[in-house]
């Protein structure tokens, strides 16, 4: 089916075309065009934008599913159709912290039934953990936690069948600078975090080919004046991504603004890090193989710590904008083709661009999303 979609507004790459038409053909992006020819089919959206959709690097669960199970309806129908309805539609399930086995079962669900996601559109997967240390644990089990061993990376590659493109590990851990070079070459990309790194420790795991930081701020070593730690690291160190969860418990707005003008909306990655409760009423959940009491927007450990979140990234789009920090086109930019650019996928996703596949999201004047494409298709309507 061709048609024209019309708009005030749309948002490529690196400018935003005002008005005009965006034509779809056969469930791709065509030519963006001032006029369109008579007796053609016109989607009218007057009054609205369209932007890419949405690439979520960093989830656990939503609607009451968890990658952590396990279950091939759960990812693959639970999660990716519900996806949707936050504006995403590329994505990389993400398990925590797990033995060996377990962690290699996820990847041979993912690896054998990506292509059967019903909604949003596996890319990959991020494992957060198991290579972390004790100190910023989060909410994770410290009892797997261990150095990083590229004979099991090469075990889970090789059942995901080369679905594992992201790697969270804390660098201080014995080996990791070998580890990293070698994951690296092997094509994964590697995320800095739940550490207790100095300054030095985290900028030899970027020298060794580390390019993402894992949630900005949360689960690393502080920034202090006589000892930067993994903070002052992340901050300072150009052409690599950082996390930032915008939900307005993880990260004040403040700090979140400090991040984006350090390292600029084309290296901000804005995830979720959202479990199973995302999507649901409060109450009690699963993570891993915790319990977290849900409520206010937040998941929270008996302890009173944060535990991941249950945002949506629609509304982490919306936040930013709301909070002033970002402009409308920083805040796609870093909910689509940044996400997209940081675990090097930008060539299927995260933009509006000639032949890629017609995934979109339409949001209204607040910025708040009204409908998702998926390949030229109307999947979901607010």
Known sequence: MDYYIKADQFYYPYEIKKGG????I??????????VPNNTEIIDYSGKSVAPGLVETHIHGFNGADVQDADVKGIMETMSEGLLSAGVTSWLPSPLTADHEQLKEICEVIGQHHNQAKGAKIRGIFFEGPFFTEEHKGAQNPK????????????WQ???????KKLGLAPERSGSEDFIRKATESGVIIALGHSNATYNEAVKGVEAGATMWVHSYNGMSGLNHREPGMVGALLNTPNTYAELICDGYHVRPE????????????????????????????????????TVEVRDGAAWLPTGNLAASTLLLKDALKNVIDWQIA????????????????????????QIKRGHEADFIVLNEEHELEVTYLD???RFEK
């Not at 038409?21 to 779809?24: A, T």
Request: aromatic share 6%; charged share 25%; glycine share 10%.
């Open 158 to 164: 090789k059942a995901a069948n080369g679905m594992l």
């Open 327 to 350: 402009t409308p086109a920083q805040a796609v930019m870093m909910t689509s083709l940044t996400p997209a650019k940081s675990v090097n996928i930008d060539h299927v996703c995260g």
């Open 376 to 378: 030229g298709v109307k």
């Open 21 to 24: 038409y965006l034509q779809i």
């Open 255 to 290: 700090a979140a603004e400090i991040v984006m003008k350090l390292k600029g909306a084309d290296h901000v990655v804005m995830i979720t890090d959202s479990m199973r409760g995302a999507g649901l009423e409060d109450g009690e959940y699963t993570l891993g193989e915790y």
């Open 144 to 155: 797997y936690m261990r150095d990083a061993d590229i004979a099991e990376l090469e075990e």
């Open 26 to 35: 056969d469930g791709k992006f065509g030519e963006w065009t001032e006029q």
